[in-house]
């Protein structure tokens, strides 16, 4: 009898890879999708990497692709972005060994800066796209996956969500399939994409579509239920449960390849029911195509685009359940914060007393945005704090820029900065950019990087040195400093914003939640020496409280003695002892 395990949908993405007999993935770490990568790097059969970003990793898969083994690339939906440029030419390529790109959607915003939705860009790119609605789904779909890939000769876009990569479900597990290599043959046409070849290879993705489509409806990971036939539902992924939930005896169609769609099945589905809606989160992709066959369904009348979707939310828009029944109780507001100890606060301190500005990027240092500290200006994707200081500065002048700076962490600079940076040297830019090296890839859950010395399996590698990295890519100024010295941090900072040349700071110091962090000390405040001034209070710690009388509390459960706080206390009441 086969072993039957409760698995996250992501643990379970990875098992399939593995018993798929995947031999080589490359991924970059992104909320919902990086605990793919760290689960499947448990498996010795696999090799696994970080890759500096998406494009890279999804490249690395075109070549274990085309040398014959079958291989995965993973990251979130903005990550598809990134890897846009390979990806619709691997469309046109085809694959030798199987080739799956696991991306991680994100409705509702709950990591992410915009909800776009991936399966439009599968359509865009002529790449066939499935989804699961669960655990084991998700495993044998990517299962499924590989052989589509094989048999088409074409890259499979696996679609997943925040919900069921972070929900869990029974999984049954089966023995890894040890797949023969296949041969490598060159072949300039197929291989090639020079216009000559890429005018052919486009005719041979068409004729590859068009053998999907007719063959889709009879893929086993669609399937049809008919119960009660005044209703039906068109749908796929999580969204099926809910659907599931509050209408158990409606005629279901699940959907489990949704680029291209089972035409033929879903002919037959809206033919043999009396009222069928599609329930699809995010854009009208299903819905759109279907109206367009002349099939009469109903989608987006009554169903937003936007967010993850509820069984109550359902039950509103088609039972008309009064929408009080699931109002939402008053509940104490946890805005997000920094962790105590954090060393991006010190640098923010540092930046919201001089009054300086900062373009912004993608990490935990993006809640500088909020207040207290309230210094980061802009977030708009990864690497573009770099650039967007370059763009203010031709915009508006050196002298504009003299109270703004870049901030940047050390896996986002590695990831897309560089270039950012390059761009700056080759275009005599002046300005300020802080990296904020702590040493991890933070907000993902402190995987590594290119910087850290480790690689995804845990071995000792080389570390790439960021500040050698910028003196030899041009930049005239590059200064090292650690991340809790302000009295050195600020006097770096305002000879820098007031200079005329291009300079890098690198505010140095691990964060506080890395593995093997020992924290000896701790900082208690003097009551009696505390004059009420609120300085303390002004870098937004978590630990430090403000009592009824006026003075400062630190809790020493969460205090790891970074001493920031007292940095700010002119009047010595507060000092760092000994646990």
């Not at 070849?197 to 068009?210: G, I, Q």
């Not at 796929?236 to 005896?249: A, D, M």
């Amino acid at each position: 009898m086969e072993e039957k395990i409760i698995m996250l949908g992501n643990e379970a993405i990875a098992r399939g890879a593995y018993e798929a007999g995947v031999k080589v993935s490359s991924a970059y770490p992104g909320t919902p999708s990086t605990e793919i990568s760290e689960n499947l790097a448990k498996y010795q059969e696999v090799y696994t990497e970080w890759a500096p970003n998406e494009k890279v990793a999804v490249e690395v898969a075109i070549g274990a692709s085309i040398s014959g083994v079958r291989s995965l690339a993973c990251m979130k939906h903005v990550g598809l972005n990134v890897a846009s440029d390979p990806l619709y030419t691997f469309s046109y390529t085809g694959v030798n060994g199987g080739s799956v790109i696991v991306v991680a959607d994100d409705p509702g915003l709950a990591s992410s800066q915009n909800e776009q939705d991936t399966r439009m860009i599968a359509r865009s790119a002529h790449i066939p796209l499935i989804e699961a609605s669960d655990s084991n789904e998700a495993k044998n779909f990517i299962k499924f996956a590989y052989e589509l890939s094989e048999k088409y000769d074409t890259p499979v876009i696996f679609r997943t969500t925040t919900k069921l990569s972070h929900s869990q479900g029974i999984v049954e597990l089966s023995e890894r399939q040890e797949i023969p290599d296949k041969n490598y043959e060159r072949s300039v046409p197929k291989y090639v994409m020079m216009p000559a070849s890429a005018m052919k290879r486009h005719v041979v993705v068409e004729e590859r579509e068009n053998r999907l489509e007719k063959d889709c409806s009879s893929f086993p990971i669609n399937s049809v239920v008919y119960n009660d036939r005044k209703i039906g539902f068109i749908t796929s992924g999580i969204p099926y449960q809910y659907v599931k939930e509050v209408f158990p005896n409606a005629s279901i169609l699940k959907l489990g390849i949704i680029n291209p769609l089972p035409k033929k099945l879903i002919e037959e589905f809206v033919n043999g029911v009396d009222t069928v809606y599609v329930v699809e989160e995010l854009e009208p992709v299903i819905e759109e195509q279907v109206k367009s066959w002349g099939l009469n369904v109903i989608g987006k009348e009554i169903f937003t685009r936007q967010g993850e979707y509820s069984a109550n939310l359902i039950k509103k828009a088609l039972l008309k359940v009064d929408e009080q029944a699931f109002e939402k109780k008053d509940a104490p507001m946890r805005p997000p914060i920094l962790c105590p100890g954090c060393p991006h606060r010190s640098v923010f301190s540092v930046l919201n007393k001089l009054k300086i500005h900062a373009a912004g990027d993608i990490g935990c240092y993006t809640l500088g945005a909020v207040a207290p500290l309230s210094v980061i200006d802009t977030t708009i994707c990864m690497g573009a704090s770099i650039s967007v200081l370059h763009g203010i500065e031709k915009g508006k002048g050196k002298d504009f820029i003299k109270n703004w700076v870049a901030v940047i962490g050390d896996s986002t600079f590695l990831h897309t900065g560089v270039n950012s940076l390059i761009n700056m040297v080759y275009n005599k830019a002046t300005g300020t950019v802080i990296i904020l090296d702590n040493r991890t890839t933070g907000m993902t859950g402190h995987q590594d990087h290119a910087g850290t010395g480790k690689t995804l399996k845990g071995e000792e590698t080389y570390a790439i040195n960021m500040a050698t990295l910028c003196k030899a890519i041009g930049v005239p100024n590059v200064i090292e400093i650690n991340a809790f010295d302000v009295v050195n941090l600020e006097k770096t900072i305002k000879e820098s914003v007031n200079g005329d040349t291009l300079t890098v700071i690198i505010a140095k110091a691990p964060c506080a939640l890395l593995k093997g962090q020992k924290f000896p000390y701790k900082c208690v405040s003097d009551n009696e020496k505390c004059k009420k001034c609120g300085m303390c209070l002004k870098i937004g710690c978590p630990a430090i409280t403000k009592q009824k009388d006026g003075t400062v509390k630190i809790d020493d459960t969460m205090c790891n003695g970074c001493g920031l706080c007292m940095s700010y206390c002119k009047f010595g009441a507060i000092e760092k002892v000994e646990r």
